[in-house]
């Protein structure tokens, strides 16, 4: 434009007017050219900055986004029980702690889900997982790593999302003591039952035939008191290992010492019906923690047994310091145990020799009732036998 005017200067008023013209040209394009780069500038730092505040804003989103997969990590790792979490198709996406830990699996992700739990029942809940508001609940039996019983929540967030929830809890120790409890009940009833129907078959016998010789109904009469005597027992120790159960047990300032004496002499009389010998050796004083009727109750027990089970020698009871423990040793030289009943004596109403433990008036709980005493004051028991030979049982319990 400039030089289309500098030429019809040139042309109209001469070559000076054309000149000038040729040079305000020449210095509005430069100007122009200048202004444009500015522009350019101011654009481009503008956009740098704005990329920089960008950049600032996905780190500062990265960290939020680390610190939430972290909270996350964390609040599913105190989760007790197992949780997953997977693509519909199976894939595990995400898991706990727990979930590594129960199925043995240290790095279960991209893996499938009966890969990881070899369940196909878990399989399963998660192809069937549909959405809802509560979850699927069912429960499963597993076998791997151990047997163990689970109940399981299966659940999508919605119904076109790709993943599901799958969280587990272990309620083995719950359908165990279930499984204890009836057992408890069964054989309780079971061991009332055997005295109530000896009881009324003879009472019925007495009724029914009046001319029975004075002798006959003599024995039959001291048979019922026996059986009562025996429902009695078996009563009393049913209360004694409920209030054990139920109720903690006290903390009190207890002398083992005086303990032991006073159950020894409790005893001492049977012992010598029995001619059994009896010994006691004891120190001055054990001082421990612990419940005093409880305390006598484990002492009770224990010698009862070692009179039950014996037939004539020596009965030795023994406290010592050891260790900071009071160790109680009750040795017998009885009808001993066999070592493949060892470990199933303290069961509640497991006896090696039902008819013998019910003529001696036993119930089958004694050391039962010993044990869940011994354990719940922070101490415990231990038997060693020989069979016709004897026993000892030695209970340790933490010195005050
Ligand atoms: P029980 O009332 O039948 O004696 P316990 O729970 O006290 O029940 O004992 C369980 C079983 O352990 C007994 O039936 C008996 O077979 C065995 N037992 C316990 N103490 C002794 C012992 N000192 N010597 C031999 N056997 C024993």
């Not at 001469?14 to 210095?27: F, N, Q």
């Not at 002798?215 to 054990?244: C, G, M, P």
């Not at 109720?247 to 001492?268: G, W």
């Amino acid at each position: 434009m400039g030089i289309l005017v500098a030429a019809v200067s040139i042309a109209f008023w001469g070559e000076p007017v054309g000149i000038v013209w040729l040079v305000l040209g020449a210095a509005c394009a430069t100007l122009a050219m200048i202004g444009a780069t500015l522009r350019l500038g101011a654009t481009a730092e503008f956009q740098r900055k704005e990329i920089k505040a960008f950049e600032v804003d996905i780190d500062l989103f990265n960290d939020l986004l680390s610190e939430a997969e972290e909270q996350l990590e964390e609040l599913a790792d105190s989760i007790p029980g197992a949780v997953f979490i997977c693509h519909p198709a199976g894939e595990v996406l995400f898991c706990n702690q727990a979930a590594k830990r129960d199925f043995n699996f240290p790095d279960p992700i991209g893996k499938s889900i009966l890969q990881v739990t070899l369940s196909v029942d878990l399989q399963e809940a998660v192809a069937t997982a549909i959405p809802r508001q509560s979850p699927q609940v069912s429960e499963v039996v597993l076998s791997h790593p151990e047997e163990r019983t689970l109940t399981v929540s299966a659940w999508r967030p919605d119904p076109i999302a790709e993943r599901v929830y799958l969280s587990l809890t272990d309620i083995t120790p719950l359908r165990r003591m279930e499984r204890v409890r009836s057992d408890f009940v069964a054989n309780a009833s079971h061991e009332l039952r055997t005295p109530m129907a000896a009881i009324r078959s003879m009472a019925e016998t007495l009724i029914e035939a009046p001319e029975l010789p004075e002798e006959q109904k003599s024995r039959y009469l001291k048979k019922i008191i026996f059986e009562v005597d025996r429902l009695t027992n078996l009563s009393d120790d049913l209360l004694v290992l409920s209030s054990a159960e139920s109720r903690h047990s006290l903390q009190e300032p207890v002398d083992f010492v005086e303990t032991v004496r006073y159950a020894f002499h409790e005893l001492e009389p049977q012992a010598k019906e029995k001619r059994l010998n009896l010994t006691l050796e004891v120190p001055d004083s054990v001082p421990v923690l612990g419940d005093d009727e409880q305390l006598v109750q484990v002492v009770l027990n224990l010698l009862t047994n070692a009179i039950r089970y014996s037939v004539e020698g020596t009965i030795a009871v023994k406290l010592e310091r050891i260790d900071g423990f009071a160790v109680l040793s009750v040795t017998d030289s009885g009808i001993g145990i066999a070592s493949e009943h060892l470990p199933r004596i303290f069961e509640r109403f497991y006896r090696i020799d039902r008819a013998r433990s019910r003529e001696t008036g036993g119930t089958g709980l004694g050391l039962s009732i010993v044990r869940h005493i011994v354990e719940a004051h922070g101490g415990r028991i231990e038997v060693d036998s020989e069979l016709n030979v004897g026993t000892t049982f030695r209970v340790f319990l933490p010195c005050a």
